[in-house]
């Protein structure tokens, strides 16, 4: 069974092999550039790996005891309970630096402290019951004095009411800066089940008391300064008002059997804006009480607590050799090889390289094909010395069309020296042939668009063709035309030409070679060398003409397909 359609099909792309010492240099060095490229980034991405991202827990413990003196308290020693605080978050931990304290509060009335703004001056600008969220209390409806100069609301609160909103200058805590925090980093890759933690295995508790960081970066205990400092901030200046500071655990991991490495890389870095004028509430800070019962009655002392809060973020992946992502890298990588050609392409194209060179090179590597529904026609009138090119139409006289555009009209050497050997007057025609006549003037009325009066009409509009633009002679009626297209001893020695080993045929086959090859010797005496871009198309009257002197038997013509033409048959319609 036959093969049909794109089934039994296969293409394939055109090559142009320049030989050329500099761009064959060219070629293989750009190419060899890109094999390094590749092969570098291959090996230092490790792009022949399959990827597994990181799945961790972390937990800390922070270690270190500080005394401070607090300005109505006196001398207090300060513990991991009491400078840790409440737990702030997932993987986090909190260490107070600064702190306000209020003491002997107990549940009572007193004065409201507020804003310059929020003063009253009678008990009508205090609202019973009222609040909001400045307030530290439920108002009682009176006025009263808070001190010489001014007036607030009255408020049922823990009085006396926290009056201070600076912190202190130095931070009462500043010794937090030599306390230590030990960091538990757990992990695991799922896709390798691969499992570390960031204390080794050869890790011992003798390991982990005197390791410090400054002389082994492994060491998974942080001294709290020397966190702040590597994170580029003072300790000293940022206890006064707290703050967050982000420290980062990255895994980059090569679970290869003969390059396997595994080890966590710490960074530090400050997550919130430092700057108090930037910003309307800088640093962080949290309140806390501190409860008891003095003669029966419930008191508290407050404490306003500034510190710094430390963020453990984990991050990473594992790398393992995958086979199947080496392929998939190869494969994505060729593609970079066009560059090769892209680059080439553009030096050719360029003054950098011989313009008639470059010419040569672009009319081998290019070729134009038309689109059938925009067809290119080549029209020559014998009234003219250029060639016109239009685009077919399906509904307007080909005769009538605008042309696209003009091009002078290209010699064919050879059919000229012939042509003019020819019409030398001392070269007789073969008394042989047979005597052509003019043929016999039409019945019928010429179409409108006829300038010869000798075209036949057509129900075709790329057929509607005369030889000329203007009225005149019709130059089939010529004697260049009998003697260039129509002779018979003529036609048959290009037929011999063409093919001279095989014998001509006869009957009906040899009057079509005939009427063939009228054609061609038409378009070559008109157009010389047809433009390649576009079909030739012979006028109506000399179509008729070849038809009346090499009849087919059966009316029927198929019309005149150039090999070179065979893409564009579907151009050549009719008697093109």
Known sequence: MPCCGVLCQYETNKLVRIQSVRLGSLKWSLNATILLFICMVLLWNRKYQEIDLVVSSVTTKVKGVARTQLPGVGDVVWDVVDYSGPAQEKNSFFVVTNVIVTKNQKQGKCPEVTPKDRVCRSDKDCERG??????????????????????????????????????????????????????????????FNFIRRNILPEMSKDYLRSCQRSNDSLCPIFRLGDVVREAGEKFSEMAVEGGV?????????????????????????????????????????????????????????????????????????????????????????????ALTTVMIDWLIGTSCYSAEDGQIYSRKKVES??????????????????????????????QHVKPTSVRRHKEDGGHLRAAVCLLQPGIAVDPDAPDHKPGPE?????????????????????????CRWSDGACVASSPPFERLVLRRP????????????????????????????AYAQYISWRFGVPPDDAQPAIPSCCVRRVREEYPSPDGQYSGFRPARMASMQACANGEL
């Open 442 to 466: 039409l019945r019928l009325r010429p179409p409108a668009w006829c300038k010869c009066g000798r075209c036949a009409p057509s129900s075709l509009p790329q057929e509607e063709l005369c």
């Open 490 to 517: 003529l036609l048959e020695a290009v037929l011999l030409y063409r093919d001279p080993l095989s014998s001509p045929p006869a009957g009906q086959g040899r009057t079509a070679a005939l009427r063939h090859c």
């Open 245 to 337: 500071i982000g420290i980062l655990i990255k895994w980059d991991c090569n679970l290869d059997r003969l390059t396997q490495r595994c080890l966590p890389r710490y960074s530090f870095i400050r997550l919130d804006e430092k700057e108090s004028n930037r910003t309307l509430y800088p640093g962080l800070n949290f309140r806390f009480a501190k409860y008891n019962t003095v003669s029966g009655a419930e008191e508290r002392t407050l404490y306003k607590a500034f510190g710094i809060r430390f963020d453990v973020m984990v991050f990473g992946q594992a790398g393992k050799f995958s086979f199947t992502q080496l392929i998939i890298y190869i494969g994505s990588t060729l593609s970079y090889y």
């Open 369 to 398: 094909v038309t689109d059938k529904q925009k067809c290119i026609l080549c029209v020559s009138y014998v009234d003219e010395r250029h060639v016109r090119l239009v685009k077919r139409s399906q509904k307007k006289s080909l």
């Open 130 to 191: 009222g609040w909001d969220q400045q307030s530290h209390g439920i108002k009682t409806g009176s006025c009263l004095k808070f001190d010489v100069l001014r007036k607030t609301c009255e408020v049922s609160a823990w009085c006396p009411i926290e009056s201070r909103t600076n912190p202190p200058r130095p931070a009462l805590l500043a010794a937090a800066e030599n306390f230590t925090v030990l960091i538990k980093n757990n992990i695991r890759f799922p896709a």
